[in-house]
């Protein structure tokens, strides 16, 4: 049986190297887009069996078109596609309901291994990143339930955490100092008994703040 694959990533050079690697296979690419705007339209046309979306795209990115197929397709097998290695983006895909999470260095032979895993109802996730994401972390603090609450900024640079945004990315984003961000992310930790800010952040994503 053919595969559907509706292809999502802004670089052309991406989409054209996935339709060679799956060339001569049962794996047919359908579609493709550049953002996840389109991505939601295609997925209505095409009807894919597997959609395969990158991460950071302009207007759309695909973790917010993830949250948006899984509201109008949840049974639609999801791969995340990107050269980002976050554990922070993780979560989010993870959350989210995506079925895999790949990186753009993987060989030709794993990346169609995924697609056929997924297509078929299975998941692809790297036992480091399923571990990270799923096991404890601050688990005194679950329900906000903290010594000292945290602030409306300490709240504000946390979420942005929780998108994956540097230090510096949320000090432009905030219209505040690179060392005032440093500081709250340091309060941020303390309060929410967590030892680094992949932890926190996994933490938001679990509070539902991403």
């Given amino acids: 049986m053919t595969i559907k694959l509706l292809v999502v990533d802004d670089h052309p050079v991406v989409r054209t190297g996935i339709r060679q690697f799956v060339s001569g296979t049962e794996i047919e690419v359908v579609a493709e887009a550049g953002n996840g705007l389109e991505a939601v339209r295609l997925v209505k046309e095409f009807q894919p069996n597997v959609l395969m979306l990158d991460v950071r795209m302009p207007e759309c990115d695909g973790l917010r078109c993830l949250g948006e197929i899984r509201e109008q397709w949840p049974d639609l097998p999801v791969l995340m596609f990107t050269a980002y290695r976050s554990p922070t983006f993780v979560a989010r895909a993870m959350a989210q309901g995506a079925a895999g999470y ?3 260095d993987v060989d030709r032979d794993k990346l169609l291994a995924a697609i056929q895993e997924v297509a ?3 998941s692809v996730w790297m036992p480091e990143d ?3 994401v799923t096991g404890p972390v ?3 603090n679950q329900e906000l339930d ?3 609450p945290l602030t409306k900024r300490e709240m504000e640079v ?3 955490l ?4 540097t230090n510096k990315e949320i000090a432009e984003a905030l219209g505040i100092s690179y060392e005032t961000v440093k500081e709250h992310v340091q309060h941020i930790l303390r309060k929410l008994g967590v030892s680094d800010r992949t932890q926190a952040a996994v933490w938001a994503v ?3 703040m991403a």
Avoid: D, H
């Fill in 138 to 140: 601050g688990e005194p």
């Fill in 120 to 122: 078929g109802g299975g």
């Fill in 102 to 104: 790949l990186t753009k």
């Fill in 158 to 160: 946390l979420k942005q």
């Fill in 146 to 148: 903290i010594e000292v």
């Fill in 162 to 165: 929780a998108f994956g945004l």
């Fill in 130 to 132: 399923r571990r990270r």
């Fill in 206 to 208: 679990r509070m539902g």
